[in-house]
């Protein structure tokens, strides 16, 4: 009966180490579950709409910002005739300035022909410069007021555009 004994004992203590096994590999399949679980947790990223709320919104978005985007254009434009007035005035003033001088020249040309070959005095040299810087100055600012006004353009068109495709 001891043989007997000893024989279920053994087998026990068999069936309890395939049974320790068992639990150990189970702990280390399941162990990872919670972090699967969250990684095939479904998350709704999109939700469907009906079309006529689409169309709703779409509608309430243009009745809202479509009075802005007209009036930013409008003040776009005035802003752009302003700066086409401004560049033809200087245009005109800079003309003026060309005209001037050449009278001056031509004035200055002539009394030194009368003179005999005179050279311009210290006050007039210094006038005569006077009158070349400003012309310049006028060419300058003309020249920055033409690249402002393209800057403008081209940032409107680029706005209408990214408007166009919105």
């Not at 990872?32 to 709320?53: A, C, M, N, W």
């Not at 003040?75 to 200087?90: F, K, M, N, P, V």
């Not at 800079?94 to 003179?115: C, F, I, M, N």
């Not at 680029?158 to 495709?165: H, P």
């Amino acid at each position: 009966m001891t043989s007997s004994y000893a024989d279920c004992v053994a087998c026990l203590r068999t069936s309890l180490s395939y049974l320790e096994s068992s639990v150990e590999t189970l702990e280390d399949g399941v162990s990872d579950f919670p972090r699967l679980g969250g990684v095939l947790k479904t998350v709704r990223h999109y939700e469907l709409i009906p079309q006529s709320t689409l169309a709703a919104a779409e509608s309430s978005l243009r009745d809202e910002i479509g009075p802005h985007i007209a009036l930013l254009l409008s003040r776009a434009d005035a802003q752009i005739e302003r700066q086409e007035r401004r560049i033809e005035t200087l245009k005109a003033r800079a003309e003026l300035q060309q005209g001037r001088l050449a009278d001056d020249g031509s004035a200055s040309y002539g009394k030194a022909k009368k003179a005999k070959g005179r050279i311009l005095s210290g006050e007039d040299k210094l006038r005569a410069k006077a009158v070349r810087q400003r012309k310049e100055a006028a060419r300058y600012g003309v020249e920055r007021l033409e690249l402002q006004v393209l800057q403008k353009e081209r940032e409107l068109r680029k706005r209408l555009d990214e408007d166009g495709r919105q």
